[in-house]
């Protein structure tokens, strides 16, 4: 089984401010790690993924994420942000052994404050 | 063409009719999904088809009936529904490739906006 824990719903952020967004997995197996972007009313966008090789990932629009397989971690991260970061983030997981499954987690609404 | 397109966008239905949500992708990719999404919600997993075939489905009631008559084409065929239904239903489909280069990633529609009156 595989799961994955958003721990802060909500994380508000003044404009051109660091933000990190948190994603913890369990699995029992070998994953692959995801970040999506969901804006209002549409449906969701790869920010970046994690499939092997470099524990930094970095995706478009200026994140980047570490995959830490100690912390079972992966976290997400942009210098700077900007007002049109504003969105929903998922974290998901995909096992290796069954990749058919994605499992997301509850995401977490960045709110960038001009 | 890296699109994945849902029809229609917005979709109000009583809770007789029978009505369907249409998916459609030109990108090669051999599995297609269904999730359904609440507000303020992750996307929860409906079904999989891999290779046109149905392989995973999550216990999902049987007033949703999904199809995939080819290797482009996604329904889910809608009947009776109750108003708890209504929610964003988003179709994603995802490269299968044999000898195991499949990288995970999911590409979405924009999703139907389904509300049940």
């Known amino acids: 089984a595989q799961s994955v824990t958003q721990l802060d719903s909500q994380v508000p952020v003044f404009e051109e401010a660091p933000v990190e967004l948190r994603c913890n997995y369990s699995?029992?197996?070998?994953?692959?790690l995801f970040w999506y972007v969901q804006y209002p009313n549409q449906g969701l966008q790869l920010l970046l993924k994690?499939?092997?090789?470099?524990?930094l990932v970095k995706g478009i629009n200026g994140f980047e994420a570490e995959f830490n397989k100690s912390q079972t971690s992966f976290h997400l991260r942009k210098p700077s942000v900007h007002i049109s970061d504003t969105a929903e983030y998922f974290c998901?997981?995909?096992?290796?052994?069954?990749?058919?499954?994605?499992?997301f987690g509850t995401g977490t609404k960045l709110q960038v404050i001009p | 063409d890296t699109e994945v397109t849902q029809t229609p966008k917005h979709l109000v239905m009583g809770m007789t009719n029978k009505k369907s949500l249409k998916c459609e992708q030109h990108?090669?990719?051999?599995?297609m999904y269904w999730y359904k999404q609440k507000a303020k919600k992750p996307p929860e997993l409906m079904f999989v088809?891999?290779?046109?075939?149905?392989?995973i489905n999550e216990s999902v009631p049987s007033r949703f009936s999904p199809e995939c008559p080819n290797s482009s084409l996604l329904n889910l065929h809608l009947h009776a529904l109750q108003p708890e239904d209504s929610a964003l239903y988003l179709c994603?489909?995802?490269?299968?490739?044999?000898?195991?280069?499949?990288?995970?990633?999911?590409?979405f529609g924009e999703g139907s906006r389904l509300t049940v009156l």
């Open positions: 990108m090669g990719h051999r599995a």
């Open positions: 998901a997981v995909s096992s290796s052994g069954g990749y058919q499954k994605v499992t």
């Open positions: 088809y891999s290779y046109e075939k149905l392989s």
């Open positions: 994603a489909s995802r490269p299968r490739t044999s000898g195991g280069a499949d990288t995970g990633e999911l590409f």
């Open positions: 699995s029992s197996v070998s994953v692959y």
């Open positions: 994690y499939l092997s090789g470099s524990t």
